[in-house]
């Protein structure tokens, strides 16, 4: 059996959902706040993109909504007018919320008026600055004491760093968070933030669902006949490490594509300046940073979201889908706790994305009792239990390779 045991899908046996087969010349309904609305010809303009809102066609999407809109968002939902048509209302009833969706929303409020999703300057700063420190210090390191190795590592571990920070101002909800988190995205690791927030807007909607979720580094299902034949994949288990060090190059290829191709000349203007510092470094400390930062990374992101279930549909409530395909980690010491930048609470962040990263492990205890008095399961194993999960279950889909 699988290590998540891949045979059981269902947590819950309610949904949320009517059974549709999207298609984009057909009209576009989404349910929010039990009202249908119509958005065929609204899709166009929305700032995260079209393809997001098709892929929840006919769907109730009022959590989605609430967890990654801002409030000025919201407000802008009561100029679009919901759907009043006696037919429309027939062909699209009334979907009603369970007992654990409506449990969820209260807990949500609760959590809102209690000051949880405000933001700190001390930690905002502390967080911004680090990095950058961490960034010169490394530099110094390089040129005036000539320690070329620990240069390395400590510029990789600001990389890594970065990348944590930059994901927190991805989910961020005003004007100068897109502005902090541009120049240091760009200034830092090269990265179009307005690339990685349309791609990972869909990761949270569609978490670890095949053919809309980002595909993970290493496919985590049975392959089609034809691509068994690719003998390489048997050997997965052993050679992830080394794909996991390139994943920062694979993001700064497709952040210089998309800012080229869609003219983001100031995210250009960044990544400018980022090669003009690696190219001062010298090749060896450039890429032996970017190496470390991008295993650092990797083997964090893929270990939280690799060590949970694929789905192959998408009809889950939110607050379900979370639980089936989020999992937390226990640090026990400051040094992993910094390390994994947030990331070890996978389900605080996947259930408020807008939450500051440094809030999360104050609403941990609230969201266990709440789990407990719902009866979900929370989810949450030490940091080399779950490294070792996800050894297994590279391991285990290539011996079912290799047996076929």
């Known amino acids: 059996m699988a290590p998540n045991s891949e045979i059981d899908r269902h947590i819950c046996t309610s949904t949320n959902s009517i059974e549709s087969t999207i298609n984009i010349t ?57 759907c009043s048509s006696l037919h429309i209302q027939f062909m699209l009833p009334i979907i009603e919320s369970t007992n654990l969706t409506l449990s969820f929303r209260k807990l949500r409020e609760n959590l809102i008026h209690n000051g949880y999703f405000n933001r700190s300057i001390f930690w905002e700063l ?5 990095v950058y420190i961490l960034c010169l210090f490394g530099t110094f390191c390089h040129f005036y ?37 541009r120049i240091l995205s760009g200034s830092i690791n090269g990265f179009s933030l307005t690339w990685w927030s349309h791609k990972h807007n869909t990761h949270h909607i569609y978490m670890n669902n095949i053919g809309i979720d980002t595909d993970p580094i290493f496919h985590l299902f049975f392959p089609s006949k034809k691509d068994k034949n690719i003998w390489f994949r048997s050997y997965r288990h052993w050679y992830f490490i080394p794909v996991y060090s390139l994943l920062y190059l694979s993001w700064r290829w497709q952040s210089f594509q998309y800012s080229f191709n869609t003219l983001k000349y100031f995210e250009l203007i960044l990544m400018l300046l980022n090669y003009i510092w690696l190219y001062i470094l010298g090749w060896q400390v450039a890429f032996g940073s970017i190496l470390i930062g991008s295993l650092l990374v990797s083997c964090i992101i ?14 889950y409530s939110f607050v379900e889908k979370q639980f089936l395909t989020t999992r937390n980690v226990y640090c026990n010491n400051f040094f992993m706790e910094w390390l994994w930048g947030g990331m070890q609470y996978q389900l605080e962040h996947h259930l408020f ?7 999360y492990a104050k609403i941990r205890p609230i969201l266990q009792k709440w789990t407990k008095e719902n009866g979900i399961h929370y989810r ?6 779950i490294w070792y999960r996800n050894y297994l279950r590279l391991k285990y889909f290539t011996n079912q390779i290799k047996n076929t």
């Open 126 to 130: 502390f967080y911004y600055l680090s």
């Open 302 to 315: 893929t270990t939280i979201h690799q060590s949970k279930k694929i789905l192959i549909d998408s009809h």
């Open 26 to 82: 057909d009209r576009l309904y989404l349910f929010i706040n039990e009202q249908w609305y119509d958005l065929t010809h609204w899709q166009y303009i929305h700032p995260g993109g079209s393809e997001i809102l098709q892929n929840l066609n006919r769907q109730d999407a009022t959590d989605i909504f609430y967890s990654l809109h801002s409030k000025e968002a919201i407000k802008k939902l009561s100029y679009l007018k919901p």
């Open 353 to 359: 994305p807008i939450m500051p990263k440094y809030n």
């Open 145 to 181: 004491w000539n320690y070329h190795f620990l240069a390395i590592i400590i510029i990789g571990f600001g990389m890594q760093q970065a990348g944590w920070i930059e994901h927190d101002y991805i989910h961020g909800r005003n004007i100068w968070m897109r502005w902090f988190g």
């Open 380 to 385: 949450c194993e030490n940091v080399w239990s």
